[in-house]
């Protein structure tokens, strides 16, 4: 795998970061390896080159910068991309292109497991082939930002989560929810089947980890942060908008009145999730969670 980097300047930091590791490797004048991976270095107007000609030995090529606004321009262009966000910053718009994000050179020893996932790109063409109506599209576009938001959060108080996975998990959570309508027990299980067959098992998991009854299942506790978030934040976003666990409750209940029980069952374990995320944020309570999302939001 390559990499391409953003600046002499970088490389140059690289260089001098890792040089005193026995994993590091100088590979010619412009290049060199960390924990087997290769890393190289072109001028601007050679990365399109480049990129063609890596194609053609089915190698891939992965964008890394440090400047957000960079890293989206190759994101459009086609490029696997990695965000160096070193200044732990949570974006406000909906949609991050990239598809990993790291705080630290030490990191990119993680870089190929970030890169095992969809692009933005391919979730919305099965957004279009599982035919996802507009208001489920919106829903779900404020999951995965929410998601999102929170992993970031979360990542830079130590724990260890993917924001990228959980915002693409949150845009494809209900991929299934128009196809398995009067199918009592099929939603979330249709899509996690599809995915796991397109060779995507973390998002598959998320998807099934979803439904509410999820959190009533001994080891809800144990899994990952994406998936636990992913569930947590489908809970307060009521159409597209975020509310409290409360409110989004009480709709729910009225939409679905034969889930009711299941639903009061689940509620308990909720408001411990919300909690313990509080806990984790340092935030004072579920309303102040809420609020820092809104403004998280519109910044």
Same mark, same amino acid.
């Given at each position: 795998?390559? #990499?391409?980097? +953003?600046?002499?300047?970088? !490389?140059?930091?690289?260089?001098?970061? =890792? @040089?005193?590791? *026995?994993? #590091?490797?100088? +590979?010619?004048?412009?290049? !060199?390896?960390?924990?087997?991976?290769? =890393? @190289?270095?072109? *001028?601007?107007?050679?990365?399109?080159?480049?990129?063609?000609?890596?194609?053609?030995?089915?190698?891939?090529?992965?964008?890394?910068?440090?400047?957000?606004e960079v890293v989206k321009e190759y994101a459009r262009k086609g490029w696997r991309t990695i965000w160096l966000n070193s200044e732990k910053k949570v974006l406000s718009d909906p949609m991050p292109l990239h598809d990993g994000e790291i705080?630290?050179?030490?990191?990119?020893?993680?870089?190929?497991?970030?890169l095992q996932k969809p692009?933005?790109?391919?979730?919305?063409?099965?957004?279009?082939?599982?035919?996802?109506?507009?208001?489920?599209?919106?829903?779900?576009?404020?999951?995965?930002?929410?998601?999102?938001a929170l992993a970031v959060m979360m990542l830079n108080r130590g724990v260890a989560v993917d924001p990228i996975l959980a915002h693409r998990g949150g845009l494809l959570h209900d991929?299934?929810?128009?196809?398995?309508?009067?199918?009592?027990?099929?939603?979330?299980?249709m899509g996690a089947d599809f995915l796991l067959e397109k060779g995507y098992p973390h998002i598959a998991a998320i998807v099934r980890g979803h439904i509410m009854h999820r959190i009533l299942e001994p080891n809800a506790d144990d899994r990952p942060w994406e998936e636990k978030l992913v569930f947590f934040v489908d809970k307060l976003v009521?159409?597209?908008?975020?509310?409290?666990?409360?409110?989004?409750?009480?709709?729910?209940?009225t939409r679905y009145p034969s889930y009711r029980a299941t639903m009061e069952r689940a509620e308990s374990g909720i408001w411990n999730l919300s909690d313990q995320i509080c806990s984790i944020l340092f935030i004072s309570d579920h309303q102040k969670l809420i609020d820092i999302l809104h403004k998280l939001q519109d910044n």
């Open positions: 795998m390559d #990499f391409t980097l +953003s600046s002499h300047r970088l !490389f140059e930091d690289l260089v001098s970061y =890792f @040089s005193q590791g *026995d994993s #590091f490797q100088v +590979s010619g004048d412009q290049g !060199f390896k960390v924990e087997g991976l290769q =890393f @190289s270095l072109q *001028d601007e107007g050679d990365w399109e080159g480049v990129r063609t000609e890596k194609k053609k030995d089915q190698t891939t090529i992965v964008y890394l910068d440090e400047r957000c705080r630290a050179f030490d990191d990119l020893s993680a870089a190929p497991s970030l692009s933005l790109k391919q979730c919305f063409e099965w957004w279009d082939v599982w035919e996802v109506p507009d208001n489920i599209r919106r829903h779900s576009t404020v999951v995965a930002w929410g998601a999102y991929i299934d929810k128009i196809a398995t309508l009067g199918e009592n027990g099929r939603h979330g299980e009521e159409g597209d908008e975020f509310v409290t666990f409360g409110k989004r409750f009480e709709a729910l209940k």
